[in-house]
Structure formats: C-alpha cells, structure tokens
C-alpha cells in the first residue's frame, strides 16, 4: 500500500516536476508531515504560496476526508515504490505518483494492451471495436481503455464477456464519468481493475484526460486505435504511445469518413495497419496457436437466414424484417439466440453485426 506521504503530496495536486522535485529533496515521502517551513524554504521549486498550501493541509478535513474514503470504500492505493506498481509505468515520463485502484491490483502486471477511438462511433467502429476486444481477452490478453461513451465502453463490455479489461479514468474513483458508465464501471472492477491517479472525488476536468490518457498508453504493449478524427484524445494517446516506444496500431476505415481521418494519418505516420487480430499478434512477436480459430456452434434452419442477413457492417432490426419476411417475436427469439450462441452482437439499439471469424453449423 501507497504511505500517506505519497497519498497527501498526490492529493496536493501539484504539477509533476514539482511533486518531483520535493520527493528529490526530502528522499522519503513520509517526510513531508514532519517537514518545518523551514525546510521547505529549501525546496527551490517551491513558491511562499506552495509551502503554505503544504502547512495547511497536512491537517486539513479534506486530507482526513480521503484516508477515511479508501479506507470505507476498501480501496487499493499503491505509490511508484511499491511491488505491484507497474514496471512499464515506471518508464514514462512523468509517472504518477499513486495509483487509486478498485478491484484486482496484481492485474496490472498482466499482457496489456489499450483500445481507444472516438466517443461517437460509426457502426462499423464500434463492431470492430468489440471483435478486436473481444478476441484479444480470449486470447489472455488485458484490455485498456478509457471507459468514455463510444469506442471505450464498447472495447470494456466486450473484453468482460470471457476475459478482462481495465479502465483508467479521467477523475476520481468516486466521481465515475459518464455517470451512465457507473454500473459498467463496477462490473470491469469484479474482474479487473477501474484506476486512476486522482484524488477519490476529483471532477473530470478537461485537463485531466491527457493525463488519463498518458497512464493507458504507458501501461500497454501497445495501442490499437479503431476510429478516430483528425484532433482527438484517441490520437492523443497514439502520440503519447509512440514517445514512450509503444506499438501503435490503426485499423482503416473508409476514406470519406472524417472518424478514419485520425487513423489513416497514424498510418501514414508509420503506425502498423491491422485488419486482424492476427497482425497484432504479429507484430508483438506472439505465437498463439489460438489466432486462427474458428469458432463453430449449431444453428437452426431459421436462424441461419437470420445469419445470412446480418453483415459485418451491421443492419438495423428494421432492415432484417423487412428482408426475412418473419413476425417480430419469433425474429427477436432468433436474433437473441443466434447472440448468445455468440455470432452476433448488438453494435447499437436494435442494430446487429456479425463477428469476424465466426462460423455455424446449421441443424
């Protein structure tokens, strides 16, 4: 567990360099408590102002407030000096302090790999955004993303279906955002982790996301962006990637869409295009016999043409009726079975996709 010390200088918020440069002088975080203004005056990058924002909140109800909050809410809080701080955050510039964590800290250490794009995707995003996700947590890998609307949410839901994901957030552990990402948020931590290096009730202030964004890209191997425009955060964290010596990977999209902007100008930049799971796998130099599966279940006569209607693109409900000729109970009944069976997901409300790789055997 993180020491108070490293709790109460993160809790100060102040800039890295300077957060820096106080542990560089007082060698122990602990220190800080004990720390005269007198000694302070030592600290070149402190002002008179930063001192006495020191003094002042070593005993503050809000300091007080936070220790109480991890300890009810049964928070992991670790600091860059405990064992299960990872190793690959620590070759960032800038690495955070401390890490606020709800839900497994050891899953930190595992095979990472980020998924970002755009908080509004084009169906075609979002179905690949879950194929992508979704294979790669079959394959054992840990999913990372930003739990935003769009791209994030549909690469957590997909990657908690059969494995695991994290989420790292742009504010606090008790200030969940987009509140509609709450529940999600709950269930990624059962089975992973939801972390962030903000205080617990920290608002998600737009200065906040770079950093966010910085912590996704240094945890991973690598980053694979779906859907992204020209200036986004997405991109943001392809760039941040590529300074820390990331992979960076761009899936293409079609050339009149302004959300393949952003990945079609990494791709030109040098990032790897991928059309498969397997270029990723390539790329990092992994050899899983499991790539090329194909995944095969029995499906009724019914609900192969179901199947046949669906695209890889996607098709609204509407759109499968009007093309099959069938009542809309027993429709719904075969669209539900032919998802769980796992051939199709639901991309958007009433709107279906099929998964890339998938394959039937028909009754």
Do not use: W
Not at 267 to 273: F, H, N, P, R, T
């Amino acid at each position: 567990m993180a020491k108070n010390g490293s709790i109460f200088l993160n809790f100060l918020n102040f800039p890295p360099k300077k957060t820096e440069g106080i542990i560089s002088f007082l060698g122990d975080t602990e220190k800080i408590f004990d720390a005269k203004e007198s000694d302070l005056a030592n600290i070149a990058v402190l002002t008179d102002t930063d001192r006495q924002t020191i003094i002042k909140s070593r005993d503050s109800d809000a300091f007080k407030q936070e220790l109480r909050l991890i300890a009810r809410e049964q928070l992991t809080v670790i600091d860059i000096h405990d064992k299960d701080y990872p190793e690959s955050l620590k070759e960032i510039a800038h690495p955070p302090l401390v890490l606020y964590i709800r839900g497994k800290a050891q899953i930190l250490s595992g095979f990472l790999l980020g998924i970002v794009g755009t908080r509004i995707p084009t169906i075609y995003g979002l179905s690949m955004a879950q194929e992508f996700s979704h294979t790669l947590s079959s394959l054992g890998f840990v999913v990372v993303s930003g739990l935003a609307r769009g791209i994030d949410t549909a690469a957590h839901k997909a990657a908690i279906e059969n494995g695991k994901t994290i989420a790292v957030l742009g504010s606090g552990l008790l200030n969940i955002y987009p509140k509609e990402n709450s529940r999600l948020a709950g269930e990624i931590a059962r089975q992973g982790a939801v972390i962030s290096e903000f205080p617990l009730t920290t608002p998600p202030l737009k200065e906040n996301f770079p950093r966010r964004n910085r912590i996704i890209s240094g945890l991973s191997r690598g980053i694979l962006v779906v859907e992204a425009a020209q200036k986004s955060g997405a991109l943001i964290t392809a760039h941040l990637a590529l300074e820390q010596n990331r992979e960076v990977f761009a899936l293409p999209g079609k050339v009149d869409s302004p959300l393949s902007r952003g990945t079609h100008l990494l791709i030109k930049e040098g990032a790897k295009l991928v059309d498969s799971v397997g270029d990723i796998l390539a790329e990092l130099n992994i050899d899983l016999s499991r790539k090329q599966q194909k995944f095969s279940c029995n499906i009724s006569s019914q609900e192969k043409v179901i199947f046949d209607i669906i695209t890889n693109e996607g098709i609204s409900l509407e759109e499968i009726i009007l093309k099959c000729n069938l009542e809309r109970p027993l429709l719904n009944t075969l669209v539900l079975s032919l998802q769980l069976k796992g051939l199709i997901r639901e991309v958007r409300p009433a709107c279906f996709a099929r998964l890339r790789g998938m394959d039937y055997a028909q009754y």
